[in-house]
């Protein structure tokens, strides 16, 4: 979102209320793996039952969800602006690092778009989506900064989340 109100999460948590406006989770588990919806809840619906549910049990998980019906791109930091000092504490903490974001249907309705700096995981991402029939498309213009230095970011259009297609790749 090119607009964000905050420009960080230091403006962010002076503008608004946790509990109310949004939550932040923070799940450890004793796995190299990490599973993010930095952008979860109301912000970009969707992105935090898929990261949910892939950690399960077995991954950690990071979320930070936008909960008040309110204009919920407010709560949008963008990723190379993402200084949420929990999620830098999780991320630094863990090897393999994914995240879910949505993206607008426009023009593509259906291709999950993967990016991010980790080429092995990434390919790794991107050959069993494919596998399991996902259209798959990779962005190098995904550069992951913020909170995450390197990683795999996954750009998921509403219409995929919401079809039940992604039940098949989270088991």
């Given at each position: 979102?090119a607009?964000?109100?905050?420009?960080?999460?230091?403006?962010?948590?002076?503008?608004?209320?946790?509990?109310?406006?949004?939550?932040?989770q923070?799940?450890k588990?004793?796995?190299?793996?990490l599973?993010?919806?930095?952008?979860?809840?109301?912000?970009?619906?969707?992105?935090?039952?898929?990261?949910?549910?892939?950690?399960?049990?077995?991954?950690?998980?990071?979320?930070?969800?936008g909960?008040?019906?309110?204009?919920?791109?407010?709560?949008?930091?963008?990723?190379?602006k993402?200084?949420?000092?929990?999620?830098?504490?999780i991320?630094?903490?863990?090897a393999?690092v994914?995240?879910?974001?949505?993206r607008?249907?426009?023009?593509?309705?259906?291709?999950?778009?993967?990016?991010?700096?980790?080429?092995?995981?990434?390919d790794?991402?991107?050959?069993?989506?494919?596998?399991?029939?996902?259209?798959?498309?990779?962005?190098?213009?995904?550069q992951?900064a913020?909170?995450?230095?390197?990683?795999?970011?996954?750009?998921?259009?509403?219409?995929?989340?919401?079809?039940?297609?992604?039940?098949?790749?989270?088991g």
């Amino acid at each position: 979102m090119a607009n964000d109100k905050y420009s960080s999460f230091e403006e962010l948590y002076l503008g608004e209320k946790d509990g109310s406006d949004y939550l932040r989770q923070a799940v450890k588990k004793a796995s190299d793996c990490l599973i993010m919806a930095p952008h979860g809840g109301k912000i970009e619906p969707g992105t935090s039952e898929l990261a949910k549910a892939v950690a399960s049990e077995d991954h950690s998980l990071y979320l930070f969800e936008g909960i008040r019906k309110r204009p919920h791109s407010d709560l949008h930091v963008t990723s190379h602006k993402y200084d949420d000092e929990e999620a830098i504490e999780i991320v630094s903490e863990h090897a393999v690092v994914v995240a879910f974001h949505g993206r607008r249907d426009s023009d593509d309705p259906a291709t999950v778009h993967v990016g991010g700096l980790d080429a092995a995981t990434r390919d790794a991402i991107i050959n069993e989506l494919a596998s399991e029939g996902f259209d798959v498309a990779v962005f190098q213009s995904y550069q992951l900064a913020g909170c995450m230095r390197s990683g795999v970011s996954l750009r998921i259009v509403r219409s995929v989340k919401t079809d039940g297609k992604h039940q098949r790749c989270i088991g």
